[in-house]
């Protein structure tokens, strides 16, 4: 396992990771680390219910169809585009 310090943390955030941490039965660094890993366990969440709606998506729309060479120059212009707008 890893070691990894935290510095400047502002005081405010630290009393409020000290008093939950308190509250929870935990050090205030059991506290931090099971609060990063919920803030990675919910993005994965939302990660999945998002690819799940893709592929509900995919499957509703009906038998796959090729795309022609004009609509594949067309979504890599679209896609070339919103690259440099950022």
């Known amino acids: 396992m890893r070691n990894y310090t935290l510095k ?21 660094n059991q506290e931090l680390l099971w609060r990063v890993q919920q803030s990675f366990d919910l993005e994965e969440a939302a990660l999945s219910g998002l690819h799940q709606n ?26 070339l585009a919103k690259g440099r707008r950022g």
Do not use: C, D, H
């Not at 400047?8 to 205030?28: D, G, H």
């Not at 038998?63 to 120059?73: D, E, N, R, T, V």
């Open 8 to 28: 400047n943390i502002p005081e405010p955030l630290y009393e409020m990771a000290a008093q939950s941490a308190k509250t929870n039965f935990r050090s205030v």
């Open 54 to 79: 893709w592929i509900n998506q995919a499957l509703n729309s009906g038998p796959a169809k090729p795309a022609s060479l004009a609509q594949w120059k067309k979504v890599l212009k679209q896609g």
